[in-house]
């Protein structure tokens, strides 16, 4: 069975990346979004622990080893151990959510040139030609004359109805992407940074501590917008209740009021006309990936052909030949371990 949670926030959520507070010249720390994968699958398996756990207490400090109601609980192999993710539980998401899902727009969209309001986005093309670079000769994507790369794009976002024309590689209304942040331009953002001030404190004396004064960016979501995350893997037969609940989310403890619907209602765009006329498909990771600390799937396999590079391996079970990709910088995420008290190492 898999399920949907909605998280609808109570106040403002706060999300971090890797940085420590003391980065940079500046104390203040922007809040990331959307939030990491690490947070949604700690999240979504906390909403499970919260709704189906009988000793939550023991499960927090050393797994379901020891508990009393071990044989018999129908998560144990789900959940797994606190300080890893081991179990069989799958989770998609954290993703925004309003009347449908919104993801992180594609990197290789290209626009109209100097036009402030272009009417379409086109996914670039990838010219047959190679270019020479530190990888080798590798075909990159291209913007075609007129036109250029999407300023921003980490700052937009597109509805899950409208990606299935960019897989099926057809132009998007570039009214129907939307504005992640704060900005000057007629889109509406979907979520609003609000900024926070604290010192730290030594514990034994209340006293504040000279030279940690910081500053975070809190986010508030756009009236009526929700967090998604989906989840399966749990055991046949397992029925999660669907009541309302309580959650905490992200840094600072921020809690989250929880609903569940049976299902993950994921829309599945068709390609096969776009793979029959070109022979070629694109695979769009909707989340930052853990590629073993390479750019690649750890399943291809570099190949140095004539005239060009490109990397070869096998795709659930399809052979495939990848010839180019658009990726942003490598990013690293770490957490709090709260099993062991302690921050979880940072991973790109």
């Known amino acids: 069975m898999s399920y949907s949670i909605f998280a609808d926030p109570i106040d403002t959520l706060f999300f971090r990346d890797g940085s ?20 949604g699958f700690g999240f979504s398996r906390a909403v499970v622990l919260i709704l189906m756990c009988k000793n939550l207490d023991t499960y927090i400090k050393g797994g379901c080893n020891g508990c009393e109601f071990q044989e018999d609980c129908p998560i144990t192999d789900a959940v797994g151990d606190p300080s890893k993710r ?30 402030s309001s272009p009417k379409e986005a086109t996914p670039a093309y990838v010219p047959n030609t190679p270019v020479q670079s530190d990888l080798g000769h590798v075909r990159l994507p291209s913007a075609k004359e007129g036109s250029q790369f999407l ?38 953002p979907m979520i609003y940074g609000e900024g ?27 009236k ?15 029925d999660l209740p669907t009541k309302t609940t309580t959650a905490r989310l992200g840094g600072e403890s921020k809690r989250v009021r929880v609903n569940l619907a049976e299902g993950l ?22 989340q930052h990936a853990d590629f073993d600390g390479q750019w690649y799937p750890p399943c291809m396999t570099r190949k140095e052909g004539d005239e060009n590079v490109s990397w070869d391996g096998e795709v659930n079970g399809v052979q495939m030949t990848l010839v180019s990709a658009m990726t942003g910088k490598p990013v690293y995420f770490g957490g709090w371990d709260t099993a062991k008290g302690r921050p979880r190492p940072l991973e790109p």
């Open 265 to 286: 209602d994921l829309a599945e765009p068709s390609i096969t006309d776009e793979i029959a006329s070109s022979g070629r498909l694109k695979i769009m990771l909707l």
């Open 196 to 222: 926070r001030t604290g010192i730290a404190v030594n514990e034994s004396t209340g006293a504040s501590l000279e030279k940690h004064l910081y500053s975070i960016e809190m986010i508030r979501l756009r």
């Open 20 to 39: 420590p507070f003391n980065a940079g010249e500046s104390p203040y720390l922007e809040s990331i979004f959307p939030p990491s994968p690490h947070t």
């Open 151 to 188: 300023d921003d794009v980490g700052d937009h976002l597109v509805p899950e109805s409208v990606l299935g024309r960019y897989l099926q590689n057809e132009p998007i209304d570039y009214s129907q992407l939307k504005r992640l942040r704060n900005d000057e331009s007629e889109k509406k």
């Open 86 to 115: 081991d179990g069989t539980l799958s989770v998609k998401g954290l993703y925004l959510f309003g009347e449908e899902r919104f993801f992180p727009a594609p990197r290789d969209l290209v626009v109209e040139k100097d036009v």
């Open 224 to 238: 009526g917008m929700q967090l998604w995350s989906g989840i399966s893997g749990l055991k046949k037969g397992i």
